[in-house]
């Protein structure tokens, strides 16, 4: 593991587990309009709101060490983390950054079904994917 990769690995293992703690979140402010609670859906939403804020910053982090790096190297990288990388032959390194992303991924997937559930209850017919589901028919 180089020097990069070791200044980059904290910020992303960060990331991970912010949006894990988004995905937490989440559930619990479905658990409150589930349980018509609307002192607890903002207690969730204020702290989520700042959970999504710290990965922002994660991101921003990430992005300055990308920048500080060889151009061919922050490409490849940048690459990985896009997870558009399955057709490069990968180091052990390479190979856990792609699976760390794939992971976030997974994470972000399943917070944003949550996303959808809230919004269509909490907008009805209003909500943004509500709105998607018609243009779809």
Same mark, same amino acid.
């Given at each position: 593991? /180089?020097?990069?990769?070791? #200044?980059? *690995?904290?910020?992303? =293992? ?5 949006? @894990?703690?988004?995905?937490? +979140? ?19 939403? /204020?702290?989520?709101?700042? #959970?999504? *804020?710290?990965?922002? =910053? ?5 992005? @300055?060490?990308?920048?500080? +790096? ?26 856990? *950054? ?40």
């Amino acid at each position: 593991m /180089d020097k990069d990769w070791a #200044e980059l *690995l904290p910020h992303i =293992r960060k990331k991970r587990q912010t949006f @894990e703690e988004i995905f937490r +979140m989440t559930k619990e402010l479905d658990d409150c309009f589930k349980k018509n609670d609307p002192a607890g859906a903002e207690y969730w939403l /204020d702290l989520r709101g700042e #959970e999504i *804020l710290a990965a922002q =910053r994660c991101d921003e982090r990430m992005e @300055e060490l990308l920048d500080k +790096m060889e151009l061919q190297k922050a490409l490849r990288l940048t690459k990985i983390m896009r997870l558009q990388g399955n057709d490069m032959e990968m180091d052990p390194s390479e190979k856990m *950054l792609s699976e760390m992303f794939e992971e976030i991924k997974s994470i972000v997937d399943k917070t944003m079904e949550y996303d959808r559930r809230l919004s269509r209850h909490i907008g009805g017919k209003l909500s943004v994917y509500h709105q998607e589901i018609a243009e779809l028919k």
